[in-house]
Structure formats: C-alpha cells, structure tokens
C-alpha cells in the first residue's frame, strides 16, 4: 500500500531547499516558513543521523526534522556509492536501508523519497539495471516495513549537456549515461509514487550544439531539437512533461533553480563553459523576464501533472563544490574552481523586486508554500495514513 500525498486539484505544493543553512538564511531574511521542505542524504546514512559537512551544502536531516516539524519533507536520496550493494541485497547495505525506512516512518509527516536522484545523469553513472534493482529493493522494504508515509520518487535529470569543452571547461559527450533512453532506469509502475525532473537551463541548452552532438542524441522523450516555441526556446523540456505524463504518476520538478544567473550581482553567462568574454551586467527585471517569468509559465501550463516542485534557493558560489570564480581564470584553466560548471547565485531575497515577485505568483492561488499546520490535512490520502499508523 503506497501513496503519493498530492495537493488538491488546482493546487501545487512547494519546496524550497536544499539545504539547511542556506533555508534557515530564506526564513530569517523573508519571514516565511515554507510548508515543504527538500533535505539530501545519502543511502550510507550519511546525514540521517548526524549533521555532515559537504561541499555542496550540509546533510542534515535531523536539523529539517527539528526545525520544520509542520512541513512536507523531501529527500535525495544519493546512493551512487552503495547502489550495487543495494541491488545484490549486501546485508550491510540492505541493514543501512532499513534504517534509513524506520527512521522516515517515525517522522509523522509525508515524506517523498527521491531515490538515486538524477538517474540518467552521466555524473551520477548508475548502471540502468543495478539502478532499477536498487530502487526496487528500497521499494520493497518501504512496503515490508509498512511506512505508509514514504511515497516513492523516481527522478531523471533531463539534461541537455551543453559545455563543449573550450575555455577549460568540461567536455561534455552524452546527454544521459552512455546515452541511454529514460525508460533504462525506469524501475516498474508498482515501484514508483512520483515520477520528476530537474529544471535548470534546458530551454536554452537544448538547443546547443554540444547537445545535438552528444552520444546517442538526445533521449526519445525530448522529442525532435527544432521543437521551439515563438520566442526561439527548446520545447525539449515540455516533451519530457509528455513523456513523464505517460508514467500515469503525479510529476514532481524536484529541482529547479536560474542557473548561470547572479541575483545580487546582476549578472548572466549566455552559454555553460567556464570562460569570463560574455559575462553579462543584467537588471533584476531581465533575470526575472530571463528564467523566472518562462519558469511560473511553465509550471501553471502544466498543472494538471505537475503537482509539486522545489526551488533551490541558493548561493551556488557561497559552496567549495559549486565554486565558481570567473574572474581567475588561471584557476579556471587549473582545474581548481568551475569544476562543477557555472551555476551562480539564486536566492529570490538578494533582490527586492525578484523576492516581490516571486511571493505575488505564488499568492496568485496555485501554490501551497506557506507553512500551516492544516497543510498535511489538504494532501491525497494523509487521513489513510493517520489511521494505518495511528499518528496523532
């Protein structure tokens, strides 16, 4: 017996994240609580117990359990270092697993559980069919150990690779792993709650060259590259909402963020690599117009499947991992900054009129994003769970 814990009709549930610091700075400089939350941990149960410092933000779970007792919770899950001794059924993998599920039942709240997040990204490499049969083991011990509040996320990255390489950047050759089509990691209907994606750049990285020239093209659900709407954007992104639809499961945009933005600094990079000649000075009104405004558009033409998404609200520089210094070129050239690509600085608050915004479409009557303790109440199936775990 599994659930998906879907708002209502008309209804979006909102994340922000992803990580604790960078949410509590969200809190403290907006004054709003959100009403769901997305945290990261790792399959080892690195970050479920104990707080672990990371270069790309901390993993924390106990601190969003503590801090954010009313909201939502969503996890990465990370088990790109434990994923085959998860599917050959180790019994120290397979004990760190049920941990993790004995931890999450005891939560009383709705967890979606995003499990080996990213599937296809060639980043993560998981071998499609070691990846399937994890995710089916984890699958199965959610059910045997009846944490009816765990709904099952499966999440591809639906990249578009887009450096190609020059100005010591990373040369990116495949849009998924060795090239595979989605459906290669696709565990089964009765394993997964939730099917989702990540938004990032899509609509204009898919348009690269990089891209049309990767190994094994494009996924068949991006559809054809010359799919574009009228102002010249990828449609490649919609497709993937067409393919996902097809999985008859809520879709989830369980990561999104204006990558190659700077928000407090007003700036753009109109392409992936790591060079400094086409920095762009921009207004808050052109980063808002840029990603935000075709981001909302996006969203609200595709509600009826997309049911929840998470903003990542952070400051990608302000991490060693996600580090990236323009400016020094030499360390650029050096390997030592960029070497996780061109991100930039995305938190709504570093600019007055984006943060106006972003807070007036989501009060425009779609968005479930401010904590309330009625909240968990309005999802799909909640009352099920109260009673199948007697929580009170």
Not at 96 to 114: A, H, S, W
Not at 193 to 218: H, I, N
């Amino acid at each position: 017996m599994h659930f998906s814990f879907t708002p209502p009709s008309g209804k979006t549930l909102f994340f922000m994240g992803q990580d604790i610091d960078t949410l509590h700075e969200f809190v403290a400089d907006t004054g709003v609580e959100p009403a769901a939350v997305t945290a990261y941990a790792s399959a080892d149960l690195t970050g479920v117990f104990h707080r672990f410092p990371e270069s790309h933000g901390s993993l924390d779970l106990p601190s969003y359990v503590q801090d954010y007792p009313d909201a939502t919770l969503a996890i990465g899950l990370w088990m790109k270092s434990t994923y085959v001794r998860i599917a050959n059924e180790e019994p120290g993998a397979i004990k760190n697993v049920e941990r993790l599920i004995d931890n999450l039942k005891t939560l009383e709240r709705p967890v979606l559980l995003r499990i080996g997040y990213e599937a296809d990204g060639y980043w993560n490499g998981y071998a499609p069919e070691k990846y399937r049969e994890a995710f089916q083991v984890i699958s199965r011990i959610i059910q045997e150990k009846q944490a009816y509040n765990v709904s099952r996320v499966w999440q591809i990255a639906a990249y578009c690779a887009a450096m190609d390489g020059s100005h010591g950047s990373f040369q990116e050759r495949s849009n998924t792993y060795f090239g595979e089509d989605y459906d290669a990691w696709y565990p089964g209907d009765e394993h997964v709650d939730w099917v989702a994606f990540s938004y990032f750049s899509q609509p204009r990285d898919c348009l690269t060259e990089t891209t049309q020239k990767a190994a094994g093209g494009l996924p068949e659900g991006f559809g054809q590259l010359s799919d574009v709407d009228a102002e010249g954007n990828s449609l490649a992104i919609d497709n993937v909402i067409d393919y996902l639809a097809s999985k008859n499961k809520p879709i989830f945009v369980a990561e999104a963020s204006p990558k190659y933005y700077w928000i407090e600094k007003g700036e753009y990079k109109p392409d992936a690599n790591s060079h400094i000649e086409n920095l762009q000075a921009v207004s808050a009104e052109d980063i808002w117009q840029g990603w935000y405004e075709p981001f909302f558009a996006f969203l609200e033409r595709h509600q009826e499947s997309i049911r929840a998404v998470s903003y990542i609200n952070m400051h990608w520089d302000a991490w060693t991992g996600w580090r990236c210094d323009l400016r020094n070129q030499e360390a650029v050239r050096l390997g030592q900054t960029c070497q996780d690509g061109v991100w930039g600085d995305a938190r709504v608050q570093a600019s007055e009129l984006i943060q106006q915004r972003f807070f007036e479409r989501l009060d425009n009557g779609r968005y479930i994003y401010r904590l309330d303790k009625g909240n968990f109440a309005q999802l799909k199936d909640w009352d099920k769970v109260q009673e199948l775990n007697q929580i009170k």
